[in-house]
């Protein structure tokens, strides 16, 4: 079993800037493409962004493009979403999930999941 943890989330202003991180243990992750998601209060979970195992291939969904970049360490066996330019609607519990699949966008595919780490955005 693949145990992921999210790290990382905290309150920030309008425009900053957060680092999320989510380290792998138990089982190794590799082969695994990586996903991240969120979900804020009352709503339902968004699909963000995916990393493939090499890193090669990664999606973004269109709301964050240009502000967040994932990003990975396999060696360290560790996750990374780079949060820029933040907004309040960012405001969510982010979660990270691992899918045996090469690629997908589609949170019932992943296998895997943390327990998520709040970021909240204020103005």
């Known amino acids: 079993q693949v145990q992921l943890v999210e790290s990382g989330g905290g309150l920030v202003q309008a425009g900053g800037s957060l680092r999320l991180s989510c380290a792998a243990s138990g089982r190794t992750f590799r082969g695994y493409t990586m996903g991240w998601s969120c979900q804020a209060p009352g709503q339902s979970r968004e699909f963000v962004t995916f990393?493939?195992?090499?890193?090669?291939?990664?999606y973004y969904t269109d709301s964050v493009k240009g502000r967040f970049t994932v990003s990975r360490d396999n060696a360290k066996n560790t996750v990374s979403l780079q949060m820029n330019s933040l907004k309040p609607e960012d405001t969510a519990v982010y979660y990270c999930?691992?899918?045996?699949?090469?690629?997908?966008?589609?949170?019932?595919?992943?296998?895997?999941w943390g327990q998520g780490t709040q970021v909240t955005v204020f103005s």
């Open positions: 999930a691992a899918t045996s699949k090469i690629v997908s966008r589609s949170p019932r595919e992943y296998d895997y």
């Open positions: 990393i493939s195992w090499s890193g090669g291939t990664t």
